[in-house]
């Protein structure tokens, strides 16, 4: 039986047959479905913003994608990073964090599925072909957690061997949850690394709803290393509270402990962030919310970012945390900007 149980099931007509959705729907028996002509028209009805998304998370949309499998992405001018590609495995997820970009990025916020594998494993092949000399990496959890319905449509038995034959290339598998079976039964592979996003438990508690403890999240990265996988921590977006210090502090020592560092291959941070479409819909779904408390400061690529000294204090104070503990892991920075680089550079090096 699958982790995520829907109590409805969209399925577009021109997948019906397709052996992936048999496999779904064996793993989702009973489950009402509606047969539809595309994704991208499904409407969910709800008294309140909050109430459509809430109902649209407890449905599940299985789809073929239209447009690009494999998107080249670079950040825009005045942030720091490197051009990588996301693989387009689906939209949404079934958890349901405050922050979470996604809510003003699709026209639903229904968790959907893509299941033309095949055109997927055959766009990632042609980039690797062509970059095949070159150290690049693959993400699979931006527009979708990367494992959320992995039990589901076991798209990650189908990833790792692509990506074994191709040892300069690096596929991220960015998730929060505790799907990890697929991997737990296929040989681990070197260029994988399994990355969690983790929270101190007070942030989980209030921004990270329907998502697996920290503690849940630790015993699964644990899973993996003993399994062989490589993970990485990302401590993405970090949110301010009262005392946040102390306890990302206390988050980190139990973390560092408790992985086989010779097996992280990075922690990356990175403050809170957001578009000015996504705060309308943040204070729809709660007014309350203390997630828009502080002070934010519009930047180069349009979103709104902690102000710079704070976001310099924070990644400092972090820094120094990690590099206590340990020497050697990879620290980087998240989508910020060169000026907050060159502030902190010296701690994270
Ligand atoms: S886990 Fe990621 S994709 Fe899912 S709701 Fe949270 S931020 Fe969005």
């Given at each position: 039986m699958s982790k995520y149980q829907p109590n409805k099931i969209f399925i577009e007509k021109d997948v019906v047959n397709s052996s992936i959705t048999r496999q779904i729907l064996k793993k989702l028996p009973d489950i009402p479905v509606e047969y539809i002509d595309?994704?991208?028209?499904i409407k969910v009805d709800g008294d309140t913003t909050d109430d459509i998304f809430k109902k649209s998370k407890e449905c599940l949309a299985i789809a073929g994608k239209k447009g690009e499998l494999v998107k080249e992405f670079r950040c825009r001018d005045g942030i720091v990073g490197n051009t990588e590609y996301f693989i387009s495995?689906?939209?949404?997820?079934?958890l349901d964090c405050?922050?979470?970009?996604l809510q003003c990025y699709f026209g639903n916020a229904v968790p959907t599925v893509f299941i033309n594998h095949d055109e997927m494993l055959d766009e990632i092949k042609d980039v690797l072909l062509a970059t095949s000399d070159k150290k690049i990496v693959f993400h699979?959890?931006?527009?979708?957690?990367?494992?959320?319905f992995d039990d589901l449509t076991g798209l990650s038995g189908k990833l790792i061997p692509l990506f074994s034959a191709f040892p300069n290339a690096r596929l991220e598998l960015r998730t929060?949850?505790?799907?990890i079976e697929n991997l737990i039964n296929i040989k681990a592979v070197g260029n994988i690394v399994v990355s969690w996003t983790f929270s101190p438990q007070i942030i989980i508690d209030e921004h990270e709803h329907k998502a697996p403890s920290l503690e849940q999240r630790i015993r699964a990265a644990e899973d993996v290393q003993t399994a062989g996988y490589n993970v990485g921590i990302c401590l993405d977006p970090i949110i301010l509270c009262d005392d946040w210090f102390d306890h990302y502090k206390s988050m980190l020592g139990i973390l560092l402990e408790r992985l086989d560092m010779a097996r992280v291959k990075f922690i990356s941070l990175g403050g809170f962030r957001y578009l000015p479409s996504l705060t309308k819909v943040i204070r729809e779904r709660?007014?309350?919310?203390?997630?828009?408390l502080g002070e934010f400061v519009p930047c180069v690529d349009g979103k709104y970012r902690y102000f710079r000294p704070t976001r310099t204090e924070v990644y400092k104070e972090i820094g120094k945390v990690i590099r206590d503990l340990s020497k050697d892991v990879k620290i980087s920075l998240c989508m910020e900007t060169p000026e907050v680089w060159n502030s902190v550079k010296d701690i994270l090096k």
């Open positions: 595309d994704y991208r028209s495995h689906g939209n949404n997820c079934s405050d922050y979470c970009f699979a959890g931006e527009l979708c957690d990367a494992l959320a929060k949850t505790t799907t709660n007014l309350q919310t203390s997630l828009l």
